[in-house]
């Protein structure tokens, strides 16, 4: 069935035009639709708050700081089964799995470490219905799918 899932394109890939261009180009190719896209630059507050449930892991320091060290693109993605076809894209989360494992995935092309992975991608229904709130929250999923 027709889903939605929160792809995010992460600071270090935001800083790279071509980068950039090559993944709004692969979500096009893939027949996502995309239902809202933004721009935006969140505090370190925002950064703790998404990311709660790591903290106390050995990256959460460097993760909180880098996901607000400058823009992101945020869209929320509709698709049969977008969740794990995003995931699926996008790879593992570790860059260097990722190069060994499945070389055509966007972690794999343009991941720069473990932290700076390019993009991240909600990984149930239940965090993709969190996240889409936490980036868009005047967003309503059943108003839109109502509308289709
Ligand atoms: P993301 O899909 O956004 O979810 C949590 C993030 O934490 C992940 O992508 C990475 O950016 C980061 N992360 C997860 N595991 C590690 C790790 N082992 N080392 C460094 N950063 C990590």
Request: aromatic content about 12%; proline content about 4%.
């Amino acid at each position: 069935a027709l889903q939605l899932t929160l792809a995010v394109i992460k600071p270090d890939a935001v800083a790279h035009p071509l980068i950039m261009k090559a993944l709004h180009q692969k979500i096009l190719e893939h027949k996502f639709i995309i239902v809202k896209s933004k721009d935006l630059v969140w505090q370190r507050q925002d950064s703790e708050r998404f990311y709660a449930e790591h903290e106390g892991r050995f990256f959460y320091q460097r993760l909180v700081e880098f996901m607000a060290s400058g823009p992101m693109r945020a869209y929320i993605l509709a698709r049969e089964d977008a969740i794990s076809y995003w995931r699926k894209l996008m790879g593992p989360t570790k860059v260097y799995r990722a190069r060994y494992t499945s070389p055509n995935t966007i972690r794999a092309q343009f991941g720069l470490t473990d932290t700076r992975n390019t993009t991240h991608g909600s990984d149930s229904v239940e965090s993709a219905q969190r996240e889409i709130t936490f980036f868009f929250p005047e967003f309503h999923a059943q108003e839109w799918m109502e509308r289709l």
